[in-house]
């Protein structure tokens, strides 16, 4: 069977789709410019748990769920659930955290940076040429030699395990529900204010995370991979869907009144401009170093990857060291704390990038 979500207008579609429906979700409920995060919503699902203990930003949101279920669904319909295991998990892992660390810096993963832009924040244009500049210094490395290790079968049980957590997160939801002005109920954490108290209605995010996650997985949307196939290789392919997904959520935005240009006061932004782009370096480094932006790395997950399984937990923890280090941004901007990781960060994955290389 042909898969038409794989073609250039399928791609484009799947972008115009997830542009519009990242806009919706801001307007039904999520925070301004942050109708989809991968970085933030893992970093609110991470202090759900109470890994962190920042209570503006905790909630199970359910559209990681959904991305990853939704993924998991296509791939057994369309017989693509390979259940494998590569090399080198310490290191992955390890790129998860930095990846996490970066994003929280600026303050989003690179489906955030775009749709900030789309909102009008245009410190988000600092963001994605950290994110360009970071993926370039990555796709040096990957034509020096760069390898992680191929991956090989494994058993059918360990592809289950990380869609059986999402799912074990879904039901931790239902039966432990937000308490009116209560922040905790049962072992679950929720924020009342800030960011985390801001969200869509609950079925609503799980079903626009489902199809997302779906069309995703057909589809082999990645923000890095759109900007990395055009630096090493000249192809459009990828990159006219993340620019489908911009002008979608642009038009969308005029349309619902939710785009205010400007680079002050913008939402869950700060202007230190050298922070927002070396930040994105970071997280653009370790996403080409690990093969993957966090959308994509949860959309393998659902395909029984657990090489990228073990880079999303690799960002829990990462979330977790952020906000118990204080190495997160906030509005008034990025932190000393945070700026020692950022370097860090840099030195170990370029540490990574130069010792990993196969002979060419």
Not at 64 to 75: K, N, Q, R, W
Not at 269 to 293: E, S, V
Request: proline share 4%; with cysteine.
């Amino acid at each position: 069977m042909n898969n038409v979500l794989a073609t250039k207008r399928g791609i484009i579609g799947v972008g115009i789709a997830i542009g519009v429906l990242a806009s919706l979700l801001q307007f039904w409920g999520n925070p301004a410019n942050m109708g989809i995060c991968v970085a933030c919503f893992v970093r609110d699902i991470t202090g759900a748990l109470g890994l962190h203990r920042a209570s503006v930003v905790q909630y199970l949101r359910p559209e990681i769920m959904g991305f990853v279920l939704g993924s998991f669904a296509a791939a057994h319909i369309f017989k693509e659930f390979r259940p494998r295991l590569g090399s080198a998990p310490i290191v992955r892992f390890i790129l998860g955290v930095f990846a996490m660390i970066g994003a929280l810096i600026f303050l989003g993963c690179p489906w955030r940076a775009v749709l900030r832009l789309a909102g009008g924040d245009f410190n988000a244009v600092l963001g994605l040429l950290g994110l360009a500049a970071g993926i370039w210094i990555g796709t040096r490395f990957l034509k020096s030699g760069y390898n992680l290790g191929s991956s090989h079968k494994t058993y059918t049980s360990v592809g289950w395990i990380f869609p059986i957590i999402m799912l074990g997160f879904l039901i931790l939801i239902f039966f432990n529900p937000m308490l009116p002005g209560e922040g905790k109920s049962g072992i679950i954490f929720y924020s009342v204010e800030g960011p985390g108290a801001l969200h869509a209605p609950l079925i609503i995010s799980l079903v626009v995370g489902l199809i997302i996650g779906f069309l995703a997985q057909r589809s082999r949307f990645c923000t890095m991979g759109a900007i990395r196939d055009l630096l090493l290789f000249k192809q459009t392919h990828l990159f006219v869907g993340l620019v489908s997904l911009a002008v979608a959520a642009f038009v969308t935005n005029l349309a619902l009144k939710q785009f205010n240009p400007g680079f002050a006061n913008q939402p869950v932004a700060h202007t230190m401009h050298i922070w927002n782009f070396a930040g994105m370096i970071l997280a653009g480094l370790a996403f080409t170093l690990a093969g993957g932006c966090p959308g994509r790395q949860l959309f393998l997950s659902g395909e029984g990857d657990g090489d990228a399984s073990l880079f999303v937990i690799g960002m829990i923890v990462g979330a977790a060291f952020a906000h118990n280090f204080g190495l997160a941004s906030s509005g008034a901007g990025a932190t000393t704390a945070g700026i020692i990781a950022l370097f860090v960060g840099l030195i170990s994955c370029l540490l990574i990038g130069f010792t990993m290389r196969e002979s060419m």
